[in-house]
């Protein structure tokens, strides 16, 4: 059983930037794919990023290419995603995912991954 608890979330205005960090409980292992997937009201829940623990290996959905950073610290077996130029329409509650035996074929396919936490909100004000 993998326990993730999500922080860092708050409001913002666009253009600024949030760091959003997963605690993850037991230690995050080298197999581990780990994600951040995100929901806004009616929206389906959408794949943001992912790593691939062993090999560092990452994936980012277009819309956050070049302003979104995925990572992991081992030593504090914390995953983050630090989130700049943040735009209002990515309002939306963020979740940590974990998958315990490598990343999915599609890293985005919510039902690959076996724990997520509860979400930390995001609003980014206009």
């Known amino acids: 059983q993998v326990q993730l608890v999500e922080s860092g979330g708050g409001s913002v205005q666009a253009g600024g930037s949030l760091r959003l960090s997963c605690a993850a409980s037991?230690?995050?292992?080298?197999?581990?794919?780990m994600a951040w997937f995100r929901q806004a009201p009616g929206r389906e829940r959408e794949g943001v990023a992912s790593?691939?623990?062993?090999?560092?290996?990452?994936n980012y959905a277009d819309s956050v290419k070049g302003r979104f950073t995925i990572s992991q610290e081992n030593t504090k077996n914390t995953l983050y995603l630090q989130m700049n130029s943040l735009k209002p329409e990515e309002t939306a509650m963020y979740y940590c995912?974990?998958?315990?035996?490598?990343?999915?074929?599609?890293?985005?396919?919510?039902?690959?991954?076996?724990?997520w936490g509860q979400g930390t909100q995001v609003t980014v004000s206009s």
């Open positions: 790593i691939y623990i062993r090999t560092a290996f990452t």
């Open positions: 037991p230690d995050i292992r080298s197999d581990y794919c």
């Open positions: 995912a974990a998958r315990t035996w490598g990343c999915p074929i599609r890293y985005d396919n919510a039902n690959a991954y076996d724990y």
